[in-house]
C-alpha cells in the first residue's frame, strides 16, 4: 500500500494510491490521504487507477475524505479504470453518484477544477 501526490498548479492535487483499500491498506494510508486532500487546492484528483482491491472501509475513507474536501469549498474526483474491479465496487455501491468518477486523468482534472 502506498500513497503518493504532486500539486498541479496552484488548485490542484493529485493524489495516487495503489495497493490494497481493505483493511491493513485504509488503515495505513486513511489519515494520509485526509491530510494531503486538506490542503488548500480547489480540485482534488484521486486516482485509484493502480488500485488492486476496494473493500468497503476504502470506500468509506473515501467518503469521509470527499466531504472534507467539499465542506472546504473543493471538489474531489476520482480517476479508475474502465471495467477494473474497483470501477465495478464503486458502481455496485452508488459511490460514483456521490464522488465523480472518470477513466482518464485529463478528464478528472479539468472535472475537479470546474
Given at each position: 500500500?502506498?500513497?503518493?501526490?504532486?500539486?498541479?498548479?496552484?488548485?490542484l492535487?493529485?493524489?495516487?494510491?495503489?495497493?490494497?483499500?481493505?483493511?491493513?491498506?485504509?488503515?495505513?494510508?486513511?489519515?494520509?490521504?485526509?491530510?494531503?486532500?486538506?490542503?488548500?487546492?480547489?480540485?482534488?484528483?484521486?486516482?485509484?487507477?493502480?488500485?488492486?482491491?476496494?473493500?468497503?472501509?476504502?470506500?468509506?475513507?473515501?467518503?469521509?475524505?470527499?466531504?472534507?474536501?467539499?465542506?472546504?469549498?473543493g471538489?474531489?474526483?476520482?480517476?479508475?479504470?474502465?471495467?477494473?474491479?474497483?470501477?465495478?465496487s464503486?458502481?455496485?455501491?452508488?459511490?460514483?453518484?456521490l464522488?465523480?468518477?472518470?477513466g482518464?486523468t485529463?478528464?478528472?482534472?479539468?472535472?475537479?477544477?470546474?
Amino acid at each position: 500500500m502506498s500513497i503518493s501526490y504532486n500539486d498541479i498548479g496552484d488548485n490542484l492535487r493529485r493524489i495516487v494510491v495503489t495497493g490494497r483499500l481493505d483493511m491493513p491498506g485504509t488503515d495505513s494510508v486513511a489519515a494520509q490521504l485526509d491530510t494531503l486532500a486538506a490542503a488548500p487546492k480547489k480540485g482534488v484528483v484521486v486516482d485509484l487507477s493502480a488500485l488492486r482491491f476496494l473493500a468497503s472501509i476504502g470506500i468509506r475513507a473515501l467518503i469521509v475524505t470527499a466531504k472534507a474536501v467539499q465542506k472546504r469549498g473543493g471538489k474531489m474526483v476520482l480517476v479508475v479504470n474502465d471495467g477494473s474491479t474497483v470501477r465495478m465496487s464503486l458502481e455496485a455501491t452508488g459511490i460514483n453518484d456521490l464522488i465523480p468518477v472518470f477513466g482518464s486523468t485529463a478528464d478528472a482534472e479539468k472535472a475537479a477544477l470546474a
